[in-house]
């Protein structure tokens, strides 16, 4: 399946959870911020279009369903979609550490832009207080996040080795 359709059903998904979390808890989908999450995880691959499509596509959905001004979130995933792959690029994101910390400066990098434009254009009411709270839920979800991706994504790879009759079962 190529990027573009796993992208745009993980975009889905993150966009009904987000809707379901603002119904059902408030107070988790103002404080874990899942599209960000979304944004930085795809952008671990390393590839600085996907980066920068993906952040656009989120930030702009983030805005649809959002009352932020259209364009604000749009414009800071897609700073941080580029940012999160050029990193990407040149350390090992394998390891969970360096995987967290990306995800901690991405929600940081992302609240900073938000706020900052917020603030410049006048346009919102800025509430500075939560951006701690929101960085370490949103990196403490998205580190377990990860994990079960990457094993998901080793045992679909090992299943596909064991059809191609590449390997033997054990």
């Not at 808890?25 to 930085?40: E, Q």
């Not at 839920?137 to 991706?149: I, Q």
């Amino acid at each position: 399946m190529p990027w573009a359709a796993r992208f745009a059903a993980s975009l889905a998904l993150v966009s009904l959870v987000e809707l379901l979390l603002a119904e059902v808890l408030p107070v988790a989908g103002r404080t874990v911020d899942l599209f960000v999450l979304l944004v930085v995880l795809s952008s671990l691959a390393g590839n600085s279009l996907q980066g920068v499509t993906g952040g656009l596509a989120t930030g702009l959905v983030q805005d649809t369903l959002s009352a932020s001004p259209f364009g604000l979130h749009g414009l800071a995933c897609c700073v941080v979609g580029y940012g999160v792959a050029r990193l990407s690029q040149r350390v090992d994101t394998s390891q969970r550490m360096v995987a967290g910390l990306l995800v901690a400066v991405g929600t940081l990098v992302h609240q900073a832009i938000v706020l900052g434009l917020l603030t410049a254009l006048e346009v919102g009411e800025v509430s500075g207080g939560a951006v701690p709270l929101r960085v370490v839920a949103t990196t403490a979800v998205g580190v377990p996040g990860l994990w079960l991706f990457n094993r998901a994504r080793a045992w679909v790879d090992e299943r596909r080795t064991l059809k191609e009759g590449r390997a033997r079962p054990r």
